[in-house]
C-alpha cells in the first residue's frame, strides 16, 4: 500500500545544531507539504513543493529549508535549531488539483 | 482570504449521546471543505470532504457534515457517539486553486462513559 513515512518519530537537540527531518512518500503525488502543530495553532503551513525542484514559503518559514530532489522525497531542514521550533511536524502529500492530503504519522522535535 | 473558526476548543459528550462540533469558514469563493481527525499520537485522517456536490456530506465512522452557504458553516455531527471517537477535530478549507489547505484550530472531543 501507498504511504507516507517520515523520520525520525522523536528527535531531542540543542539550540543552534541543525536538524533534518526526512519525508517519503510512495503516492506518486507531486504535492508535498511539511508542517508544524502548537496547541492553540492547529496546522500552519511552513513549506511546500508542487514537483521537483519546485519549492515555496507557507506562513512560517523563517528558519527553515526544504529541497526536492525527486518525486518521493522533502526533507525539511533547520538551520540553527531554537526552543521556538519545539513542535510537532507533519508531512502530507496531495495530487495536483486534488486538495485532500494524506499525511505522515508526525515527528515530535524539541529543541533544548 | 480564506479561513476558519472552530467554535469550541473543547466538547465533552457521553458515550451514545449526540456530537456536533462547529465550524464557520470565510472564502471568496466556493470552497472545499474537509474535517480530518487526529487521534493520540497519530497523524490526521481524512473524515470527509465536501466539494460542492452533495451539500450533505457522509464520512467514516458515522460522521456527516452539512454545508450551509447561507450560515457559512460546516458543523459536524455524529449521533451517537463512541469512546473511540474521543480525538482532535480539525475543520479545513482549501486555500483557492492552490491546493494548499487552511486549518482551523481544532476541537478537542472528550466521550465519557
Known amino acids: 500500500d501507498a504511504e507516507i513515512t517520515q523520520s525520525p518519530r522523536h528527535k531531542i537537540t540543542e539550540t543552534g545544531r541543525q536538524v533534518t527531518l526526512a519525508c517519503h512518500q510512495t503516492?506518486?503525488?507531486?504535492?508535498m507539504f511539511w508542517y508544524r502543530q502548537d496547541l492553540g495553532h492547529g496546522l500552519r503551513l511552513i513549506h511546500y513543493?508542487?514537483?521537483?525542484?519546485?519549492?515555496n514559503k507557507g506562513e512560517v518559514s523563517d528558519g527553515y529549508s526544504v529541497s526536492r530532489s525527486n518525486t518521493e522525497d522533502l526533507p525539511l531542514t533547520l538551520e540553527s535549531a531554537a526552543s521556538s521550533q519545539t513542535s510537532v511536524y507533519f508531512c502530507a502529500s496531495s495530487e495536483t488539483g486534488y486538495n485532500e492530503q494524506f499525511f505522515g504519522p508526525g515527528t515530535r522535535l524539541t529543541v533544548l | 482570504a480564506q479561513s476558519v473558526t472552530q467554535l469550541d476548543s473543547h466538547v465533552s459528550v457521553s458515550e451514545g449521546t449526540p456530537v456536533l462540533l462547529r465550524c464557520n469558514y470565510s472564502s471568496s469563493y466556493s470552497p472545499s471543505l474537509f474535517w480530518y481527525v487526529q487521534h493520540p499520537n497519530k497523524g490526521l485522517q481524512l473524515l470527509l470532504k465536501y466539494t460542492s456536490a452533495a451539500t450533505l456530506v457522509k464520512g467514516i465512522n458515522g460522521f456527516e457534515a452539512e454545508f450551509k452557504k447561507s450560515e457559512t458553516s460546516f458543523h459536524l455531527t455524529k449521533p451517537s457517539a463512541h469512546m473511540s471517537d474521543a480525538a482532535e477535530y480539525f475543520c479545513?478549507?482549501?486555500?483557492?486553486?492552490?491546493?494548499?489547505?487552511?486549518f482551523g484550530t481544532g476541537t478537542r472531543l472528550q466521550v465519557f462513559p
Open positions: 479545513v478549507v482549501s486555500d483557492g486553486n492552490t491546493d494548499k489547505l487552511i
Open positions: 513543493s508542487y514537483g521537483v525542484q519546485d519549492t
Open positions: 503516492w506518486n503525488h507531486n504535492n
